[in-house]
């Protein structure tokens, strides 16, 4: 299906890895512009690099900012100061004991979290409604409604990802600009590889039931008892950046292999 991304410009924060670079594949297979951010100038040519060589049609731009810093913001905005499309996918997790979580921790998620994506959303939807087309969408995760409590400090900032996205829709009613909640299940990143290593490494299973033993013992109300893949939530971002995706507003998307119970 061609989606009509055709050089839409496409801010993808922190897409050098796992989910991020998923979305700014997809997005660039549809032939749209993707602005390539990390923290890391290496990483994020690489990816730009990458780009170019498998979709040559396409525009790739670098932004190598740590966006948690209001002056690297700052940055950003004026050599990009207009994007139709903004992923915020940036963002930290880690397992945590509750009673180890200091102050000073809790803030950082809320920086890194939830404000960096909030001053991105601030500065860019103006415009994208000046314009009457935008695409705002962060990437949350079925913690946001499901905290499985080994992260009290990251499904916070989760679930202030919604409702923040709620808030800014009811600020485009009536336009060509959406702002909508991507919630993927667990999903099998970099992150959560080093994390299973971790998990898994004073025990005597083999690494390759590492995701099955997972899924039973830590998600076992997921439906497809199997980690889920960035290329899978690439491609459906992919489409809620369409302009074909006109009647998702404000919404929870939901990619969690069935993990959340539905009530009706």
């Known amino acids: 299906m061609e989606l009509g991304l055709s050089h839409k410009v496409a801010l993808v924060t922190g897409s050098t890895k796992g989910i ?52 690297a913001r700052q940055e950003l905005f004026t050599q990009f100061p207009t994007v139709d499309i903004l992923i915020n996918n940036m963002g930290i997790f880690e397992p945590m004991d509750y009673l180890a979580i200091t102050d000073d921790i809790w803030e950082h998620f809320f920086q890194v979290n939830v404000l960096a994506g909030n001053a991105l959303a601030k500065n860019y939807l103006p415009k994208m409604l000046k314009q009457d087309f935008g695409r705002i969408l962060f990437i949350a995760s079925e913690e946001a409604v499901m905290p499985s409590g080994e992260m009290a400090q990251y499904s916070m900032t989760k679930t202030m990802n919604l409702s923040l996205a709620k808030s800014l829709s009811k600020l485009t009613v009536g336009s ?20 299973l290593t971790t998990m898994y490494a004073d025990s005597q ?60």
């Open 20 to 71: 991020g670079k998923a979305i700014a594949i997809e997005l660039a297979k549809e032939g749209a512009d993707v602005i390539i951010n990390g923290r890391h100038a290496p990483l994020v040519d690489q990816v730009v690099t990458e780009l170019k060589e498998k979709f040559p049609q396409t525009n790739p731009q670098r932004a190598p900012f740590d966006l948690a810093d209001p002056e």
């Open 176 to 195: 060509q600009v959406t702002v909508n909640t991507i919630l993927p299940g667990s999903t099998l990143t970099e992150g959560v590889q080093e994390m």
């Open 205 to 264: 299973l083999p690494e390759s039931e590492w995701e099955q033993d997972f899924m039973k013992n830590h998600r076992p109300l997921s439906q497809i008892q199997r980690l889920i893949r960035p290329e899978e939530i690439g491609r459906f971002v992919a489409f809620v950046s369409s302009p074909y995706a006109t009647s998702f507003s404000g919404a929870a998307l939901r990619l969690d292999g069935g993990l959340v119970p539905t009530i009706y």
